[in-house]
C-alpha cells in the first residue's frame, strides 16, 4: 500500500455508523432466515464497486457468537455454507475498502469496514436492522490524522461510500435511522460524505 500515504487519515473501529432498517411489505409473512439470506445476497451484489468482502462470521441462536466463520477464499460460496444454519441471529461482514491513490492506483484498505445484518424478532414491522461501521476516515476532507488536510485523497473516493449508502437504501428497500459520527459533524449526513465539506 506504498502509493497511500496514511499520515492525511486515521483507523479505529466504529469511527462512523449509519443504522438502516430493512422494510419489508406488511402484507407478507416471511421466514427470518429466508429475510436475512436475501438480503445478505443484496448486499454482496452491491457492494463490489465499494470494498472486498473479507470475511463473514455468523451468530446462531443454538450455537451463539462465531458459529460459522467464512473467510475470503470460501465467500463465493456463502449461501451453501449458510443453508446448514438455521438459527441465524446475526451476520458480520468484514469489508476491505477499495481506495484510489494519489497516484490513481487502486488499493485494498484491509479490514477497514463492517456490516451487521441482525434479526430483531421483537420489531414485527421491521424485523431486520443492517449496521455500517467505517473504521478510517479517508473519505472526509478534514481528518484526525497526522495531517488534517485530507481533501485530495477525499475527492478520489467520497462517491464510493455515497454510492455504497444510497444503494443500501435504494436497492434494499432500508431507510435510516441514525447516522453516529460525533468527531465528524457537518462532514457526513444520512447519504454519506457532505459534498460541501470540499472546498
Known sequence: MNNLSTETWRFEVGLACWDFRVRIAQAV???????ITRNLAKLMDIVSPFAVVSALSVTTASQGENALEIGK?????VQERLAACDDIEEIEVSLDLKCTGLDGVEVLVRESASVWLQLEPDATERPLRLLFALDVDLYFPLTRGEITD???LARLNYHKLNDFIDDVQQKMLSDLVNVDA???KGLIDESGFV???LT
Open 150 to 152: 485530507n481533501q485530495a
Open 195 to 197: 459534498l460541501g465539506a
Open 29 to 35: 409473512s416471511i421466514n427470518t432466515q429466508i429475510l
Open 73 to 77: 477464499e470460501d465467500v463465493a460460496n
Open 182 to 184: 460525533p468527531d465528524y
